[in-house]
């Protein structure tokens, strides 16, 4: 909303500033974190009053989980809150891929508030049946991938880049649909179940959507895929104000839910923010870099699938428990030392797909 001030610039005073994709990320990183400070207090005890109990604690999971019970969950309104706060200010809003990324977004977070709502009001922690949650999911990125592929340069257009050979595209035809509907939609239930531990889950997300951000932005511009030598997207340089915001709720959120948390992400922030790094790398024509910078979540969402076809088949487990951030916790490890050792993992692993841009 606010890059319109640059039709009061004459392109040498305050007002030009507006035009830079980098000061308006700044803006709305600032706007994002400042939103969760302000409103994160209030929105607690609101949380609080409302769930009385909290979210419910699984029985069966590891024994020190049972002294959170009576936290508060659907913190993930203070993200989503924030990040389209911040959004809606600073971005361009003529941008298709904006919209975009925001459909998902708010989608998936409806479908989160509404498991979390019925977890909260059943006091059962089962809330909405998962084929329910899934074929949502699915309709939502049928519509997203399609939207994407509409605004997608035509030689690109149901393309497949592959990162390091960037002389390569796949071409899948009406199959990219698919495809990118299991991105979207995998991404979103892969953040959803590595969402376990005090701070786990939502610095890896953001790690993981500023270095697609960073690509989104050089994708977006002409001259750094020359240099680079990757495909060139059109727009997509605008994502990078959409990340920032998520950055900066992130930390605004990351403020409350350092263990020991005041208030649980839920399902609410989890599907939103999954969604969106989905969304983001479908945009930015890189699926597969995605699988690399969220390393984390999938082997979260592996450890799960084996785990249970392993069971069905043998009547064994691979893991003390699954997803696996709990198999570490039966093993001894203490929930800080999970959550910070998970932070390096995935440190490193955006190093390794930022790498991918210049490596071929």
Sequence with gaps: MLYWLTELSDGGDVFNLFRYITFRSGGAFLTALVFGFIFGPPLINVLRRTQGKGQPIR???????????????????????????????????????????????MCFGLIGFWDDYAKVSKQNHKGVPGKVRLALGFLIAG???????????????????????????INMGLFFIPFAMFVIVGAANAVNLTDGLDGLAIMPVMIAAVTLGIIAYAVGRVDFTEYLDVH???????????????????????WYNAPPAAVFMGDTGSLALGGALGAIAVAAKHEIVLGIVGGIFVVEALSVIIQVMYFKRTGKRVFLMAPIHHHYEKKGWAEPQIVIRFWIIALILAMIGLATLKVR
Excluded: C
């Design 59 to 105: 029985s069966d999971g590891p024994e020190g989980h049972l002294a959170k019970s009576g936290t508060p969950t659907m913190g993930g309104l203070l993200i989503v809150g924030a990040l389209l706060t911040a959004t809606l200010f600073w971005a361009r809003l003529d941008n298709p891929f904006v919209w975009l990324v925001l459909f998902v977004t």
């Design 143 to 169: 519509v997203a991938a399609y939207w994407a592929s509409m605004y997608h340069p035509s030689e690109l257009q149901y393309q497949l880049a592959l990162p390091v050979f960037k002389d390569t595209l």
């Design 232 to 254: 060139y997207v059109p727009g997509t340089g605008e994502i990078l104000v959409f990340v920032a915001g998520l950055a900066g709720g992130g930390l605004g959120f990351l």
